[in-house]
């Protein structure tokens, strides 16, 4: 049997295989009967061979080829994968072909990293219309708006996986992580184990998941950018002591902020919408990109790029003994106060 995987999203994929394995191996042996090839330098006539080949001792045969759907491209592509075309449904009914393509390997070829122009593949339009064949499309789930599918996706994997999580905790979750799903897994686990055999709730994400900790530096932001401050600082010394950071750490995060408000004022000015600020910046939880949007339009792009200055000559000052750096991370956030807030309201005017 033909099974073709493909697309972007390479956790769901490693699970539709890993189900598929599993399914497979009803007497243990599957292992001992299953070939990986790649892609490159490989024939239609020696992937028959390894295909054709009946399993050994076992009640199925598996063969998993890396990167042909990327690979088969060209005017003669379809020449060339003809005899395979031909010959997948007379494959032993023990045997079973998998194509798995998780990226295509160049940016500037036919297809894109998101998987949308896998379409673009003759070999694959073909590989659909053999009667009998899986055909599986992994796109990556969409974490922002409305549409938001990471959500729903942490609440029926925990709910596979007999783990309880409360709503508002699934939300937060996914705030925190984005649409990283192998991450979401994890947190989810280790949340789990946390929880015993109560829910899981909000209070357990803030806790525990790291990323949490990232966003409270988004607090330190809009307190920063909306010229608070005292309420600045009164933050920093709560995440400094509370969360048992070190100051390098937090100015880290800053300085990452910073960055991304500066990359997505830029955006903004050349037209660019949310979801190009997602995918330049990496923040695809819904709540910290609209925040990120928000702080970036009220911000102009000389005073964002002046406040990354100011981190990095707060950073130079701390390696070389100049200042410590718990007092240079204070006095970084009241200049950065000064820089961005003085600014704000000519900033909203712009836009």
Same mark, same amino acid.
């Given at each position: 049997? %033909?099974?073709?995987?493909?697309?972007?999203?390479?956790?769901?994929?490693?699970?539709?295989?890993?189900?598929?394995?599993?399914?497979?191996?009803?007497?243990? !042996?599957?292992?001992?009967?299953?070939?990986?090839?790649?892609?490159?330098?490989?024939?239609?006539?020696? !992937?028959?061979?390894? /295909?054709?080949?009946?399993?050994? !001792?076992?009640?199925?045969?598996?063969?998993?080829?890396?990167?042909?759907? *990327?690979?088969?491209?060209?005017?003669?592509?379809?020449?060339?994968?003809?005899?395979?075309?031909?010959?997948?449904?007379?494959?032993?009914?023990?045997?079973?072909?998998?194509?798995l393509d998780s990226a295509p390997p160049r940016d500037d070829g036919p297809f894109r990293r998101d998987g949308a122009s896998f379409g673009r593949s003759a070999l694959l339009k073909a590989l659909r219309e053999l009667p009998g064949g899986?055909?599986?499309?992994? =796109?990556?789930?969409?974490?922002?708006?409305?549409?938001?599918?990471? $959500?729903?996706?942490?609440?029926?994997? *925990?709910?596979?996986? @007999?783990?309880?999580?409360?709503?508002?905790?699934?939300?937060?979750?996914?705030?925190?992580?984005?649409?990283?799903?192998?991450?979401?897994?994890?947190?989810?686990?280790?949340?789990? @184990?946390?929880?015993?055999?109560?829910?899981?709730?909000? *209070?357990?994400?803030? !806790? %525990?998941?790291?990323?949490? =900790?990232?966003?409270?530096?988004?607090?330190? $932001?809009?307190?920063?950018?909306? +010229?608070? #401050?005292?309420?600045?600082?009164?933050?920093?010394?709560?995440?400094?002591?509370?969360?048992?950071?070190?100051?390098?750490?937090?100015? &880290?995060? %800053?300085?990452? #902020?910073?960055?991304?408000?500066?990359?997505?004022?830029?955006?903004?000015?050349?037209?660019?919408?949310? +979801?190009?600020?997602?995918?330049?910046?990496?923040?695809?939880?819904?709540?910290?990109?609209?925040?990120?949007?928000? #702080?970036?339009?009220?911000?102009?792009?000389?005073?964002?790029? /002046?406040?990354?200055?100011?981190?990095?000559?707060?950073?130079?000052?701390?390696?070389?003994?100049?200042?410590?750096?718990?007092? &240079?991370?204070?006095?970084?956030?009241?200049?950065? +106060?000064?820089?961005?807030?003085?600014? @704000?309201?000519?900033? &909203?005017?712009? =836009?």
């Amino acid at each position: 049997m %033909l099974h073709v995987f493909y697309g972007a999203d390479e956790f769901r994929m490693s699970e539709a295989l890993a189900e598929l394995r599993g399914r497979l191996d009803v007497d243990g !042996l599957l292992a001992t009967n299953t070939t990986v090839l790649a892609a490159r330098g490989l024939t239609p006539g020696l !992937l028959l061979q390894h /295909a054709t080949t009946l399993p050994f !001792l076992a009640t199925a045969r598996l063969v998993i080829v890396e990167g042909l759907l *990327a690979a088969a491209t060209g005017r003669d592509a379809m020449r060339t994968w003809t005899p395979l075309l031909e010959a997948l449904p007379t494959l032993p009914p023990t045997n079973h072909l998998v194509l798995l393509d998780s990226a295509p390997p160049r940016d500037d070829g036919p297809f894109r990293r998101d998987g949308a122009s896998f379409g673009r593949s003759a070999l694959l339009k073909a590989l659909r219309e053999l009667p009998g064949g899986e055909v599986r499309e992994f =796109r990556p789930l969409r974490a922002t708006g409305r549409d938001n599918e990471v $959500v729903p996706w942490v609440r029926a994997r *925990a709910e596979s996986t @007999r783990i309880a999580i409360e709503p508002a905790a699934a939300t937060a979750l996914v705030d925190h992580v984005g649409a990283n799903l192998r991450a979401l897994a994890g947190e989810l686990e280790k949340l789990a @184990r946390f929880a015993g055999p109560r829910p899981i709730t909000r *209070a357990d994400v803030d !806790l %525990l998941t790291p990323e949490a =900790r990232e966003t409270n530096v988004f607090n330190l $932001v809009d307190a920063v950018v909306e +010229g608070r #401050q005292g309420q600045a600082v009164v933050l920093l010394r709560s995440q400094l002591a509370d969360d048992h950071d070190e100051p390098l750490r937090v100015q &880290a995060l %800053l300085a990452r #902020q910073v960055r991304n408000l500066v990359r997505a004022r830029e955006l903004l000015d050349e037209g660019a919408g949310p +979801g190009e600020v997602a995918e330049a910046t990496g923040v695809t939880g819904d709540y910290p990109l609209r925040k990120l949007v928000s #702080q970036a339009r009220a911000v102009p792009l000389a005073a964002a790029e /002046a406040a990354l200055r100011a981190i990095e000559e707060s950073d130079h000052s701390i390696k070389t003994g100049e200042l410590g750096d718990e007092l &240079a991370l204070e006095l970084l956030v009241i200049h950065l +106060g000064e820089l961005l807030a003085s600014t @704000r309201s000519d900033g &909203a005017r712009e =836009r």
